[in-house]
């Protein structure tokens, strides 16, 4: 009847996926890997586009300050009802990274996402190159 439903990527067994797992080697020093705070980025999907949200350029911007990850990151379009879950996904990825004691998400809108944004993977994964 045209209704969605979204399948959370640990429920993939569901629907005959292979569950991803994601693994990270905890640093010895307790301090928190940006790689792997990129890594863990780049399993986080917009749910109606297969690409993840940095190859989107829809990450602004992340630091890790101590043990907090601060993520800027935008919408493909402000009035995306699927903001709330994009953003729960991050955080809760995000928050698996060893030693990450704190995850803040902040939306922003500025500068506007547009298609400029896409890497070239991502382009070439839409059909767009």
Known sequence: NGNLA?????????????????SFETPSDGSVSKDQVWEALRECY?????????ELGLIYD????ENEVKINMTLTAPGCGMGPSMIADVERKVGQVPNVDKVSVELVF?????????TDEAKLELGML
């Open 6 to 22: 979204r399948i959370e990527g640990k429920d993939a067994d569901a629907l005959g996926k292979e569950v991803a797992v994601s």
């Open 46 to 54: 917009d749910p109606e586009i297969p690409v993840n949200m940095v």
């Open 62 to 65: 992340c630091k890790v300050v």
């Open 110 to 118: 500025d500068p506007p996402w547009s298609n400029d944004m896409l």
